[in-house]
């Protein structure tokens, strides 16, 4: 494959560094749209070959705002939306902890066996990702690609391309609007920057 340059979105109005928001619309909020402009001015002398969105438009506007400094499309993928919270869209973690304490507790337990209640499992949403994976096989190997989408998608890439089992999913904790990289090669995959925020800085 390529250089992959994973960007989890900014900050939105209904607060996604404090809620549940999965495949809820919701919007950048102002401070979401200053940080997809750091990224923009961080990503502005990078060579980038494809950029890559979920459809949700969190995620969409932030690859947007970077793609304003270079000639590429953002081409939106379905298979690239956050996970289906179900019935915990929308809380905290003390609301999950209330209503749902199985829940809570396997999440802490980092259990490959997370489903959400009338939402997705871990497996469902792995399975979802890896159809994207297989389409990034088409890029040649000195391309670079960025790939703007949410925490537990950006999650699941790395633990895809790193070859790691999905219960290592608990492991990585991407900010809003963080950087991360990895350098595929044919004998695997190198996570050379993780959860760089360091563009955020008096934002």
């Not at 070959?49 to 270079?70: F, G, M, N, P, V």
Request: hydrophobic share 40%; net charge neutral.
């Amino acid at each position: 494959m390529s250089r992959l340059l994973l960007v989890r979105h900014g900050e939105t109005e209904l607060k996604s560094s404090e809620r549940f928001w999965g495949q809820t619309d919701v919007k950048l909020d102002a401070l979401g749209l200053r940080q997809a402009e750091r990224l923009r001015d961080r990503l502005a002398t990078e060579k980038i070959d494809a950029i890559y969105s979920s459809e949700l438009q969190r995620a969409l506007t932030t690859a947007k705002i970077i793609a304003s400094r270079h000639q590429v499309d953002v081409t939106a993928f379905a298979e690239l939306r956050e996970f289906n919270y179900g019935k915990i869209e929308g809380l905290n973690s003390e609301e999950v902890n209330q209503l749902y304490p199985e829940l809570f507790k396997l999440r802490m337990q980092r259990s490959p066996n997370l489903r959400f209640p009338g939402g997705e499992s871990l497996d469902e949403l792995g399975n979802r990702v890896s159809k994207f994976v297989d389409k990034l096989k088409k890029h040649k190997a000195e391309e670079a690609i960025l790939i703007v989408v949410h925490s537990g998608v950006l999650r699941t890439l790395i633990c895809q391309l790193l070859e790691m089992e999905l219960r290592h999913f608990y492991q990585f904790v991407p900010d809003l609007a963080s950087l991360s990289i990895l350098e595929t090669h044919s004998q695997g995959a190198i996570l050379s920057l993780f959860n760089d925020t360091s563009h955020l800085r008096d934002s």
